[in-house]
């Protein structure tokens, strides 16, 4: 069972920066972790994903360039650095474990979200 709670969110105007969190239990250093977003009415949309070791990272095309993956296995969480924020992505950001996955079916597990908004 792998437990997952994301933070960072808020307010940010456009052009700014937010970095994300997601807190895992302790299993986390064997699972590799996804990070999702949502807005009412939209699909679940792929954003990065991180393997267990850190030795590949994916990207939509949609935030490449713009948003970064990483993790710190001694403090069990993965971040998303994402900068040059745009109004369009504000959303309700997830992370979600275990897979490196671009289909939110290929997760096992899923933390609540943290919202995110950008103002013009």
């Known amino acids: 069972q792998v437990q997952l709670v994301e933070s960072g969110g808020g307010l940010v105007q456009a052009g700014g920066s937010l970095r994300l969190s997601c807190a895992a239990s302790?299993?986390?250093?064997?699972?590799?972790i996804g990070w999702f977003r949502q807005v009412p009415g939209k699909e679940r949309e792929f954003l990065a994903a991180?393997?267990?070791?850190?030795?590949?990272?994916y990207y939509a095309d949609s935030v490449k360039g713009r948003f970064t993956i990483s993790r710190d296995n001694a403090k069990t969480t993965v971040y998303l650095q994402m900068n040059s924020l745009k109004p369009e992505d504000t959303a309700l950001y997830y992370c979600?474990?275990?897979?490196?996955?671009?289909?939110?079916?290929?997760?096992?597990?899923w933390g609540r979200g943290t919202q995110v908004t950008v103002s013009s």
């Open positions: 302790a299993t986390f250093s064997s699972v590799a």
């Open positions: 991180i393997n267990r070791y850190d030795t590949r990272r």
């Open positions: 979600a474990a275990d897979s490196v996955s671009k289909l939110p079916d290929d997760y096992d597990y």
